[in-house]
């Protein structure tokens, strides 16, 4: 007896519907699974090799593919693939949540003190930094990715404002400098690959001990140097934190160290920096912790907050703003900060 197409069609409908819940369901495990390694060396406390420490710096989007697995879970009625995708989604909301605001101060407040930290991306955004620093007048300027004509312009442009400086040279992004309103004594730069400044500043008759950041990038050749430059940070910010903490040789003069980190606060190396040097980011202290400073490329692309200002506990925090600077790939980060005694 010859088959029907009405025949045919009840028995094709289930096909159909099969074969979506299969190829739901191999899409869902992948999704997942690779979300879920990742994931994995954040609850290990660990960076991980390649391409993982470079997804770690986007950990909060990687709720996307978590979310879009537990969708295709629940499409093919998957209940254990429903169940880890779900509780993969919670873990990652979870560390997404930025931390609590500013810590309550522990004495006075002697002096208040804005900081700005800008990366020019080798120099194209000088005029942008210029006009930056006439507008919100900060008293110090941590300055990263400039050439030796870039350094000279800015020096001349913002010499009557802004006359002392802290400079290591060099081409490209490796020229880094500390400019500042407030008179600075020289202090050892930490070395790197690219440049590294120190400085002492007098704030209203304190001192406060400087140190610009930036360490090499982690792309997948230089994973090496990305992790021993961001270790010399911890182990300067360790030999820097108030003194009789633990053991610690500091000499208890406040700190702050601020610039491009390449580093977020989900990569294990920059959380140990903080938790060593007592240090607290000044955006996550004025509720900013999560405002992306890096890429800005004119298109809606996700975003991270590379760029910091940490403090030592006599700091706490205002505000925080993060500033478009036509020319650079990089946001500023202007904090407004106050010493207490």
């Not at 010499?159 to 290591?168: F, G, I, K, Q, S």
């Not at 606060?265 to 607290?280: E, N, Q």
């Not at 975003?303 to 706490?316: A, E, K, M, W, Y």
Request: aromatic share 4%.
């Amino acid at each position: 007896m010859a088959t029907t197409e009405q025949d045919q069609a009840p028995v094709a409908a289930p096909r159909r519907r099969g074969a979506a819940r299969t190829v739901a369901t191999w899409g869902s495990a992948a999704l997942l699974t690779g979300t879920g390694a990742v994931t994995a060396f954040r609850v290990a406390d660990a960076d991980g090799p390649t391409p993982v420490p470079q997804l770690l710096a986007f950990l909060p989007w990687l709720l996307v593919p978590a979310g879009l697995g537990l969708l295709g879970a629940l499409t093919a009625r998957r209940p254990v693939l429903a169940a880890w995708g779900a509780g993969l989604a919670a873990l990652l909301t979870w560390y997404t949540v930025p931390p609590g605001g500013d810590r309550p101060a522990e004495g006075p407040e002697v002096a208040g003190l804005r900081v700005l930290t800008a990366n020019l991306q080798f120099g194209r955004a000088a005029d942008a930094l210029v006009e930056t620093v006439r507008r919100e007048r900060p008293d110090l300027v941590f300055v990263q990715e400039y050439d030796p004509a870039c350094l000279d312009a800015l020096t001349s442009a913002l010499a009557a404002t802004h006359p002392h400086l802290r400079a290591v040279p060099g081409d490209g992004p490796a020229g880094s400098a500390i400019v500042s309103r407030l008179p600075l004594a020289p202090a050892d730069p930490v070395p790197a690959g690219m440049g590294q400044p120190g400085a002492v500043a007098e704030v209203d008759g304190h001192r406060v001990r400087l140190q610009l950041a930036h360490p090499a990038p982690p792309t997948p050749g230089r994973l090496g140097a990305w992790r021993k430059e961001l270790e010399d940070l911890r182990r300067w910010a360790r030999a820097h934190r108030p003194a009789g903490d633990h053991g610690a040789a500091g000499e208890g003069t406040p700190v702050i160290l601020a610039g491009d980190f390449n580093a977020s606060r989900d990569h294990a190396a920059f959380r140990r920096l903080l938790d060593d040097g007592r240090l607290a980011d000044a955006a996550a202290l004025a509720g900013a912790a999560r405002t992306a400073s890096w890429p800005v490329t004119g298109r809606p692309v996700p975003g991270v907050q590379i760029d910091h200002v940490l403090v030592s506990p006599r700091f706490t925090a205002r505000d925080a703003r993060f500033l478009t600077m036509e020319g650079s790939d990089h946001r500023a980060v202007l904090v407004t900060l106050a010493l207490h005694r």
